[in-house]
């Protein structure tokens, strides 16, 4: 039976792990953090009847939290860390980092794939326990796994190597540019 | 291992290990938010019973009798977007009207709303489907003009923009409107053709809201890092918006070259541009302030400089000017602006 000293020393050893997966899934350090509580609260009301190995449970908690979040919550402002201005569509500017491209591109992933994605890959789960996590079959995983990975690969932003050194190379006056474009915006 | 998996793992490594540093106090909060959790569930079970209740006395005979036709709804009410809410500073949100604009899957292109204006200050909230890449985002229009912001890019999150209505006014007609999206805003200006773009459907909504009745003061950061990107900090301002709203920086360069970061706290924090005018016949550089959100330390940020070349070795003056979309004095907005030197 666990008591309440295990669940103090579980969340102050697997707490800074837990956060770095919940910012994964959501892409934002405080909402990371009230995912975070959120599952750790969820995981102490039935604290008592976990088995040895709290971890795969309370990933299990967080990731279904994420989920639901993801349905139902409503946020208000949208964090970026680039300004509006240089995110417009036909400006490729700012997204030839094939990083930041990346990243991006994992934001726009449905949040069931994105969460396969970082249970697989970060959390390095095997397919068995990401299919445990999230309630589905091992096929299920599979499946999203293969999906996931396709769109990342084939996603439009992802510029090949070769358009890459060209786009690149225009980035050098990117400040110039994003300084034209805006004054022009501005009333 | 497809060179896409391991950068993937690489890219969840880096992209998280800049985890704030840990809360020695998440216990506490934690113990706080179970005990609240407790009194909740128990509330709630309570509810439940009175519930059950009061559907046996009042609701089944309600449902029993006939009831008057309801009135059709003008628009589609969306829960994403709650009639009501209260942001962090204590400013109180009323929606006025919802909408939808159902590009994707009915084809729709245009909606106008009209609403009335009473004086307040008016926001309006988008939210795409998610995960649909880069969209077509519905342009603003308010009685036909452009809004002075439009929405960020598609990710599924309600995004919250101030909308500008002519002074005055009693009522305002608010169109969304994907039709010229990327087009210019000028009659007849040519329409490039944007295939990555896909359409979305949005909901959309109008709240109109009353600012907390004293200022707010913004959340207090650390000082923004003294290098960055091989570059030294050779001057810095900061202040809180409306009481600040300028700054004059003097630095040299020997290396010819400068480097601009600025970040902002505070509920508006986004709404806040700095326009920058250096020395020299140069364009002014203006850009959104970059909200720190759930840290208090900007070098913990993966913000880029904003590189300007200069002369080698000579004086250069930088005047910044805060400029407020749709902001109000009692929500301030914290600022903290550096220049960066090749050395």
């Known amino acids: ?187 | 291992m497809t060179r896409t998996v391991r950068d993937l793992r690489e890219l969840f490594d880096d992209m998280s290990a800049d985890a704030p540093a840990d809360r020695p106090r998440r216990i506490d909060e934690l113990d706080r938010r179970i005990r609240h959790d407790s009194r909740r569930r128990s509330t709630t079970l309570a509810l439940a019973g009175v519930a059950a209740l009061t559907a046996v006395t009042v609701l089944i005979p309600t449902v029993l009798l006939p009831r008057a036709p309801e009135k059709p709804q003008e628009t589609m009410a969306t829960p994403e977007l709650p009639p009501r809410f209260t942001a962090k500073d204590g400013a109180e949100y009323r929606r006025l009207v919802t909408t939808t604009l159902k590009t994707k899957t009915k084809g729709e292109k245009k909606k106008s709303v009209t609403i009335p204006v009473s004086g307040k200050p008016l926001d309006v909230a988008g939210l795409c489907d998610a995960a649909t890449g880069l969209t077509e985002r519905p342009m603003v229009l308010v009685n036909g003009k452009p809004n002075h912001r439009g929405f960020s890019d598609c990710t599924g999150k309600a995004d919250l923009i101030s909308l500008n209505v002519p002074k005055g006014a009693k009522e305002a007609t608010v169109t969304f409107d994907t039709t010229a999206w990327g087009c210019g805003r000028k009659k007849g200006e040519p329409c490039p053709s944007i295939p990555i773009m896909k359409p979305a459907d949005w909901a959309l909504a109008i709240y109109e809201w009353t600012p907390p009745a004293r200022p707010v003061e913004p959340e207090r950061f650390k000082a923004l890092p003294r290098e960055r990107e091989g570059m030294k900090v050779a001057g810095d301002a900061s202040g809180v918006w409306p009481r600040q709203k300028s700054f004059k920086l003097t630095v040299t360069s020997r290396g010819g070259k400068l480097g601009i970061n600025h970040v902002c706290t505070g509920e508006l924090a986004e709404r806040l541009l700095i326009r920058y005018r250096i020395s020299g016949d140069r364009p002014t550089y203006t850009s959104r302030c970059y909200p720190l959100d759930g840290s208090t330390d900007p070098a913990l940020g993966r913000w880029v400089l904003t590189e300007v070349k200069v002369p080698k070795g000579k004086k250069i003056t930088i005047r910044g000017t805060m400029m407020m979309q749709g902001g109000h004095p009692n929500r301030p907005v914290r600022w903290s602006a550096a220049v960066y030197v090749l050395p």
């Open chain 1, 1 to 187: 039976m666990r008591d309440r000293a295990d669940f103090v020393a579980f969340v102050e050893a697997r707490s800074p792990r837990l956060l770095r997966t919940a910012y994964l899934l959501c892409h934002d350090w405080a909402q990371a953090e009230d995912l975070l509580q959120t599952a750790l609260v969820r995981a102490w009301r039935s604290w008592g009847r976990v088995g040895e190995h709290p971890d795969a449970y309370v990933s299990r908690i967080l990731v279904n939290a994420y989920l639901s979040w993801r349905r139902r919550f409503w946020r208000r402002e949208l964090p970026t860390d680039a300004p509006p201005e240089t995110a417009a569509p036909g400006d490729l500017i700012g997204l030839t980092d094939e990083r930041t491209v990346l990243w991006a591109a994992l934001r726009r992933l449905p949040p069931r794939q994105r969460a396969v994605l970082v249970l697989r890959f970060f959390e390095d789960l095997s397919e068995v326990s990401v299919a445990r996590a999230l309630n589905c079959s091992v096929g299920t995983v599979k499946s999203q796994t293969s999906k996931a990975l396709a769109k990342l690969r084939i996603d439009p932003e992802l510029v090949p190597p070769a358009a890459a050194s060209t786009v690149r190379a225009s980035t050098v006056k990117a400040s110039t540019v994003k300084a034209s474009t805006v004054n022009r915006e501005l009333p």
